[in-house]
C-alpha cells in the first residue's frame, strides 16, 4: 500500500487547510486511517484517525474542535480539513493507514506511512 498525502502549504493564522491522503490499493477501505503530525524537534503528534466505515473519529486535544477528518472509500482517500490554524500547527503531517478497522490514537497500529506534506502557519 502506497499513501500520497498533499495540500499541505503556507497560510496565515486563522486560515483554512484541507490535506488529502490517497492510498493505492483498494485494501485501505477496510482500514482505520489516522493522520500525525511531526514539529521541527518535537516528537511525533497524533493528530486524528477514523475508522474504515468513517462513522467514529478519535482528535488529538490540540485539535479537537478545529480539524476534522473524513473518508471516501470510493476514491481511497482521507481528508483532514484544518479550520482556525495556528502557528503551533505547522509540522509535517503525515497520513497512515491502520493494522484494522480502527485504530486510535498509537502510532504502533498503523502499518503504512505516507511521506507527509508540509503545513506552515505563520503568524
Do not use: H
Request: charged residues 20%; proline residues 1%.
Amino acid at each position: 500500500v502506497q499513501l500520497q498525502a498533499s495540500g499541505g502549504g503556507l497560510v496565515q493564522a486563522g486560515d483554512s487547510l484541507r490535506l488529502s491522503c490517497s492510498a493505492s490499493r483498494r485494501t485501505s477501505s477496510n482500514n482505520g486511517m489516522g493522520w500525525f503530525r511531526q514539529a521541527t524537534g518535537k516528537e511525533r503528534e497524533f493528530v486524528g484517525s477514523i475508522n474504515w466505515r468513517g462513522d467514529r473519529t478519535l482528535y488529538g486535544d490540540s485539535v479537537k474542535g478545529r480539524f476534522t477528518i473524513s473518508r471516501d472509500n470510493a476514491k481511497n482517500t482521507v481528508y483532514l480539513e484544518m479550520n482556525r490554524l495556528q502557528p503551533e500547527d505547522t509540522a509535517v503531517y503525515y497520513c497512515a493507514q491502520g493494522r484494522s478497522a480502527y485504530s486510535g490514537m498509537s502510532a504502533d497500529a498503523y502499518s503504512y506511512w505516507g511521506q507527509g506534506t508540509l503545513v506552515t502557519v505563520s503568524s
